[in-house]
């Protein structure tokens, strides 16, 4: 199905994207209403941190 009005495609893919990064950033609340670091992209930045560190740690013990 394709859609034949110019820039409609455009706003529904940004559409999309803007979606998209809401769901990767959500965060849940405490109890005493503060954010957890628990968003899948958090998650995600913490793993490419940690072996980012563990790899350099590597190389410079060797």
Known sequence: MAI?????????????GIAANMVLNHRTKDK?????????????KSWFINR????VKKIYNT
């Open 4 to 16: 034949p009005i110019p820039g409609v495609g455009a706003a529904i893919g940004y559409g999309f």
């Open 32 to 44: 005493y209403r503060r954010e957890n670091k628990n968003s899948f992209m958090d998650k995600l």
């Open 52 to 55: 980012r560190y563990f790899h």
